[in-house]
C-alpha cells in the first residue's frame, strides 16, 4: 500500500501531510486548484507559514518524491483535505469542496484503491463521499454496494494537529481511522503507518467522525466557561486571571483562560456539525458556542464605552485605535474565523484610516482592512489613544511589564495586564505583598 499518494488540498493539512509521506519515501502527488500554490510547492518553496514545512517541503521536492499539479492524476491512495466550512444562518454544514474533490478524482480511481477523507467532517460525511464516488464510477463498487468485497476502500481520518507544531505531532500524535469496513480501515492503517508513530486506532467511519467532532466540542464548552466567567467577573468588579489563576489551585480544577473568542478552522466550526445532526440533543454544545461567538460583540461594546468616554474628556475627538493581534490564536499566521480579525473589521467599518493593527506574523492586511495601517508595537503605542489586545503574541508579553502612557486606554482580551490598567504581573506581586 502506498506506493503512490496523491493528497487533494495543500492546505495547512494537506501539506505538511503530503511531506510526511514524501519524507518517508512515498512519491506523492499533491492536487490544488490554486495556481499560485502549486507552482510555488513545485519551487520547493510553501504559500502558508508553518515551523520546519519549508525545509520539509524543500527537501521532498528536490528529492522527487513530491510534485504539485492543478490536474487529477491516477494513484494508489488518496487523502482528500479540504475546508469544510459551514453556510448561513443556521450554521449548515458545507460539504461542497469535500464533493468536488470526490467527483475530481472519480475518473482516475481503479479497483484497490483507498479513499481516505482527512477533513474534519459531519457525521455520515464519509459514507456521502463514498456516493458521489459511485455515481462517477458505476463500474467500480463501493463499501456501501459491496462491503468489504468492495473494489475501492473509503475511511475517514481526521487529523488533531496543533498550528504551529503540525510537523511534529502528525508523526507522534494517535489517529484514529474509521473505515466504512473493517478491511478499508486495515488499509488505511497500513497507509498512515507509514509515518505515524503514535497508535493507529480502528473503528467505524461514523465514530471515527464523531469523535474529532467531540474533541473540538470539548475544548469549545471549556473555553466558554471561561469566556462567560470573564464577562460575569467584569459585571462583579473581579479580576478574572487572578481569580482564575486561585480557583486554579484547586487540585481537581483547571479553568482555561478568557480571550476574544474563539477563531481557527476546527473549534470555531466543528461544533456545528454536531448541532446540526442532534439540533434538539445538542443544547450545551449550541450553548458553548453563542457564548464564544458573542464575546467579539461584548469586546466592542467595551470599545464603544471607551470611545465615549475619550470623546467627553477630548471635547467630541475620536480616538485613535490600536488592535494588537488578528490571529485566532497566538504565534501564527492563521487568520481563519479569528474572532481578532472580525472585531478589527467591525471597528474598520466604523472608523476606517483612525484603525492600526499590530500581527507580526503577517507581511500586509486582508482585503477588508485595506485602509487600516500594519504598524509595529512600538509604533502602536505612540500613536494609539485606546489599545485592544485581541491575542497573546509572544511579542506582546513585553505589555505586561511595560510603563505605558498614563493617557492610554487598554482593554485587554488575555490578561497582559491588570484591572487597574498596571502590569498584570506587577498587579498580582503588589496583592501578594499586601
Request: a negative charge.
Amino acid at each position: 500500500m502506498g506506493k503512490t499518494v496523491s493528497v487533494v488540498g495543500l492546505g495547512y493539512i494537506g501539506l505538511p501531510t503530503a511531506t510526511a509521506f514524501a519524507e518517508h519515501g512515498v512519491d506523492v502527488i499533491g492536487l490544488d486548484v490554486n495556481q499560485r500554490a502549486v507552482e510555488t510547492i513545485n519551487r520547493g518553496e510553501i504559500h502558508i507559514v508553518e515551523p520546519d514545512l519549508d525545509q520539509a517541503v524543500h527537501r521532498a521536492v528536490k528529492s522527487g518524491k513530491l510534485r504539485a499539479t492543478l490536474t487529477p492524476e491516477p494513484a494508489d491512495a488518496f487523502l482528500i483535505a479540504v475546508p469544510t466550512p459551514f453556510k448561513g444562518a443556521d450554521h449548515e454544514p458545507d460539504l461542497s469542496y469535500i464533493e468536488k474533490a470526490s467527483r475530481a478524482i472519480a475518473p482516475v480511481l481503479k479497483h484497490g484503491d483507498l479513499v481516505v477523507l482527512e477533513s474534519t467532517s459531519p457525521v455520515g460525511a464519509t459514507e456521502q463521499m463514498a456516493v458521489w464516488l459511485a455515481e462517477q464510477r458505476p463500474d467500480l463498487s463501493f463499501p456501501h454496494q459491496r462491503g468489504e468485497q468492495s473494489d475501492i476502500r473509503i475511511a475517514h481520518c481526521p487529523e488533531r494537529v496543533l498550528p504551529g507544531q503540525v510537523m511534529r505531532e502528525l508523526i507522534i500524535n494517535d489517529r484514529i481511522i474509521g473505515g466504512m469496513t473493517r478491511r478499508c480501515a486495515l488499509a488505511a492503517k497500513s497507509l498512515y503507518k507509514i509515518f505515524v508513530k503514535g497508535d493507529c486506532v480502528i473503528t467505524d467511519a461514523r465514530t471515527a467522525e464523531m469523535c474529532k467532532l467531540a474533541e473540538n466540542a470539548f475544548r469549545d464548552v471549556n473555553i466558554a466557561y471561561a469566556n462567560e466567567l470573564s464577562v460575569i467577573c467584569d459585571q462583579l468588579g473581579i479580576d478574572v486571571w487572578e481569580m482564575i489563576s486561585l480557583a486554579n489551585r484547586h487540585p481537581r480544577v483547571k479553568i482555561l483562560q478568557p480571550g476574544a473568542g474563539v477563531g481557527g478552522h476546527c473549534i470555531a466550526v466543528d461544533p456545528w456539525f454536531i448541532v446540526a445532526g442532534a439540533p434538539n440533543a445538542a443544547k450545551l454544545i449550541r450553548a458553548a458556542r453563542e457564548v464564544n461567538d458573542a464575546k467579539p460583540g461584548w469586546l466592542l461594546a467595551k470599545v464603544a464605552a471607551a470611545e465615549e468616554t475619550f470623546a467627553k474628556l477630548r471635547d467630541g475627538a475620536k480616538p485613535i485605535i490600536a488592535v494588537l493581534g488578528l490571529a485566532f490564536k497566538p504565534n501564527i499566521d492563521d487568520l481563519r474565523e479569528s474572532p481578532a480579525l472580525h472585531i478589527a473589521e467591525a471597528l474598520y467599518q466604523q472608523h476606517g484610516e483612525r484603525l492600526i493593527v499590530v500581527e507580526p506574523n503577517i507581511e500586509a492586511l486582508p482585503g477588508s482592512l485595506a485602509d487600516a495601517r500594519l504598524v509595529t508595537l512600538d509604533q502602536a503605542l505612540h500613536a494609539a489613544d485606546l489599545l485592544l489586545v485581541l491575542v497573546k503574541h509572544r511579542e506582546f508579553f513585553e505589555l505586561s511589564e511595560k510603563t505605558l502612557p498614563p493617557d492610554l486606554q487598554v482593554i485587554d482580551a488575555v490578561g497582559l495586564r491588570g484591572p487597574d490598567g498596571l502590569p498584570h504581573v506587577a498587579h498580582l506581586r503588589t496583592l501578594a505583598a499586601g
